[in-house]
């Protein structure tokens, strides 16, 4: 799932070159927008498509499947330790449900810098209880940042989510 996630598409996308082929307004090039992980993933994915439609008539799915295979197979296995990021918010999601059969909720605590530069921190909490907290370009990577401190935390301290100390 991690290869196919923002951060695995983009860094693929990033590896062919896409960001230098994206068209940009001024304001996106002026931010670094070639650089940004949501647009080269979302590139990636276009291109992917446009493969597809371009061949499905003959070949489709075989050529479509051969391409993702020597963009991807190459990852697998001695590779993909380096490659795959783990996606902290379903872990301590997956961890917190097991527990109480709730899910751990997300919090903007702040959000400064400039518009083009913007800086959030969330914040984790679990039966209103803040497990942990991350500081991020977007609300999506702090949220992701503060679910790995909340997952270090838990293992540093496992009485942190003890069902008795959410009574």
Avoid: W
């Avoid at 290869?3 to 931010?31: D, I, P, Q, Y």
């Amino acid at each position: 799932a991690s290869l196919v996630s923002e951060s695995g598409l983009s860094k693929r996308a990033r590896e062919l070159g896409l960001g230098e082929c994206l068209l940009l307004g001024r304001g996106e090039e002026v931010t670094g927008g070639r650089q940004k992980p949501s647009l080269l993933a979302d590139t990636f994915e276009a291109v992917m498509a446009a493969v597809y439609l371009d061949s499905r008539e003959e070949h489709g799915i075989s050529i479509i499947s051969r391409v993702i295979q020597a963009l991807f197979l190459p990852y697998f296995p001695e590779d993909a330790e380096g490659y795959i990021t783990r996606d902290y918010k379903s872990e301590l999601q997956e961890h917190v449900q097991k527990l109480f059969g709730i899910p751990s909720t997300y919090e903007l605590m702040e959000e400064s810098g400039p518009d083009h530069e913007k800086e959030f921190t969330m914040a984790v909490f679990v039966k209103e209880k803040e497990c942990g907290r991350g500081i991020g370009a977007s609300k999506k990577l702090a949220s992701q940042l503060a679910a790995e401190n909340a997952l270090q935390r838990i293992q540093e301290e496992p009485s942190l989510l003890q069902v008795e100390n959410f009574s």
